[in-house]
């Protein structure tokens, strides 16, 4: 049984990579105040090896540096902001 890879190239592909854990750290910086944002960003660093390591042994799909980097910078530009702007407003209005 051969397997297709399925590539998602380009522009789309980077911009989700970008802001696919901002959920995680609003939930996590909301749950957990006190967890620092360094620690915030860790565990966003750790998640994202985790999931390209764990895909290199799926068959069909492929494991990219480029992802865990544009996960990384995603998630230091979302807690920058939480730090500059404080807790972004989208909390008021769902819990």
């Given at each position: 049984i051969g397997h297709h890879i399925i590539y998602l190239?380009?522009?789309?592909?980077?911009?989700g990579n970008f802001f696919i854990f901002?959920?995680?750290?609003?939930?996590?910086?909301?749950l957990s105040p006190r967890l620092s944002q360094v620690k915030v960003f860790f565990i966003c660093l750790a998640?994202?090896?985790t999931i390209e390591t764990t895909q290199l042994f799926i068959p069909g799909r492929v494991s990219d540096i480029r992802d865990v980097a544009a996960n990384s910078a995603g998630a230091l530009l979302v807690i920058s902001l939480n730090k500059r702007f404080g807790e972004l407003q989208i909390f008021t209005r769902v819990f």
């Open positions: 190239d380009g522009l789309i592909a980077w911009i901002l959920p995680l750290i609003l939930i996590l910086r909301k998640i994202s090896i």
